[in-house]
């Protein structure tokens, strides 16, 4: 199984601050790596796919990048409704893997 | 709107079995692939199995073999996953997502269902 490592586990900042989250895969997957945002409560939601497709509706302040074994998310400035869990799943294989995710707090 | 509709929660001992529902809704049933993720309190997301709502093959992870049933009713628009031979280790919430599929090779996971959560006592 391709295992995926993210960093950091959580992460305080501030609105307006710009965040860079870092996911890691085991292997090689080319940029089959997707990103989604889990806010309490609630279901996961997709918002980039491809390594850095922005999925429709999503505000443009998010952006991946990233291929083969290492890649990022990034949020250019903070909001307040920003605050989450990301998690980070690649589907170049099956088991299609997830990252352990990354608490984003408020500073 | 496309949405997946999922079954509410259920409270199970140690030993049984539960099925969870997803209803899924705008859109065709029979185009898309059903895949099952669950998260246990606190932890992060854990791959299950896929199912295709068209043929009703499956496929599942290693750790569920032997243990989990996906099938599908196409009259209801419904998959249905079940687990048996419950544990406290079982205790989690369980999502249907569907797949979407981008230039024919990149998949995700797009919408998701609410959730379900499954508790198991001893």
């Known amino acids: 199984d391709i295992q995926m490592t993210q960093s950091p586990s959580s992460l305080s900042a501030s609105v307006g601050d710009r965040v860079t989250i870092t996911c890691r895969a085991s292997?090689?997957?080319?940029?089959?790596l997707n990103w989604y945002q889990q806010k309490p409560g609630n279901a996961p939601e997709l918002l980039i796919y491809?390594?850095?497709g922005l999925q429709s509706g999503i505000p443009s302040r998010f952006s991946g990048s990233g291929s083969g074994t290492h890649f990022t998310l990034t949020i250019s400035s903070l909001q307040a409704e920003d605050f989450a869990i990301y998690h980070c799943q690649q589907s170049y294989s099956k088991p299609y893997t997830f990252g352990q995710g990354t608490k984003l707090e408020i500073k | 709107q496309v949405q997946l509709v999922q079954s509410g929660a259920e409270v199970m001992k140690s030993g049984a079995s539960v099925k969870v529902s997803c209803k899924a809704s705008g859109y065709t049933f029979t185009s898309f692939f059903i895949h099952w993720v669950r998260q246990a309190p606190g932890q992060g997301l854990e791959w299950m199995g896929i199912?295709?709502?068209?043929?009703?093959?499956?496929v599942y992870a290693q750790k569920f073999q032997g243990r989990v049933t996906m099938t599908r009713d196409t009259s209801t628009s419904t998959v249905h996953m079940e687990l048996s031979s419950l544990t406290a280790e079982d205790t989690a919430v369980y999502y249907c997502a569907r797949v979407v599929t981008v230039a024919g090779v990149f998949t995700m996971f797009d919408p998701w269902g609410q959730g379900t959560l499954v508790t198991v006592s001893s």
């Open positions: 292997q090689s997957i080319s940029t089959y």
């Open positions: 491809a390594a850095s």
């Open positions: 199912i295709s709502p068209s043929g009703g093959g499956t």
